[in-house]
């Protein structure tokens, strides 16, 4: 978790895997209220092209600000969402907030795209397509702009399903992310099949980063077999500057991290894009 989606109620969160815990059922009952109180909100972390340093996009990342139990983190409140049938209110949500914050950085000049997350449920849901459409639509953002994050287990949970879907929501010209690359079960025979444009390095390999390790070889053949298929690679979780110069010399293609920036309000983002400049940007010299 970021600082933003820490707390103090973490640690009991951490264990709250069980239906029957009394804490899942309250949160049930509190996410049915929350999307009409306006506790929802959407957190946006940027990203960045490895070899210009230029700010490309960011990531929309779901925040609930509960008046009790205060921030809780989406890891958290997903799952329930996608058991109590209220995860189709919540993505349109999240997909109205990011592209209303991706068409507004446009009209200011700044030609960045928006990457949403999907879920297993989402990528079920018939209405989806004609949703994502209608909000493209209505914000006035070409297709082109919009990058739809899906897991590996969320494809697989129902291949032929998702793959369907996902056609359809590429038929609209929306590019597709496979997220969390590396953790999942899926054949990568898939990646070749799914139409894909972007492959998203999971975090666990790329945070604690070394030549020469384990990580190092996972990550070298992400990146490889991304570009024998044409297919855009970012790594997620770029803490520090060892780790990004070494994925720079690794031929990695855009990094999203604390390294770069946190997920933060929507409002301080161009803030944080007009501050940035050379002085604060990550150094891109590369290493021997
Ligand atoms: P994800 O899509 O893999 O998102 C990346 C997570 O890594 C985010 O956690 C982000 O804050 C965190 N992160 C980013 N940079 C760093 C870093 O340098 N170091 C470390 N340690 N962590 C970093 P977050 O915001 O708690 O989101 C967790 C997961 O919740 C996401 O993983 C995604 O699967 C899900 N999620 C978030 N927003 C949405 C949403 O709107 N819809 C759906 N369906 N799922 C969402
Ligand atoms: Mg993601
Ligand atoms: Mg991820
Ligand atoms: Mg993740």
Redesign the pocket.
Known sequence: ??AK?GGKGLRVYESDLDSKNPRRLTLVAELRGALARDEIS??V?PQARLDSGAVVGA?????WHHPELGVV???EF?PVAERSGL?GP??TR?LDASLAAVAAWRAAGHPLGIS????TR?LHDADLVEEVSRLLRRHDVPASALTL?V?ESSVMADPARATALLHQLRDLGVRLSV??FGTGYSSLSYLKRLPVQEV?I??SFV?SLQAGGEDAAIVRAIIDLGGHLGLEVVA????DAAVWELLSTMGCDVV????LG??MPVAEFAGWLATRGTATRPTLHAVS
């Open positions: 978790y970021d989606g959407v957190h972390q990531e929309a990342l779901v925040r983190p989406p890891d997903i995860i919540l993505t999240v949403v997350n999907l879920s989402s994050e897991t997220d969390d998203k999971d975090r945070t997620e979780g770029v803490e999203q991290g604390w390294h946190r997920a």
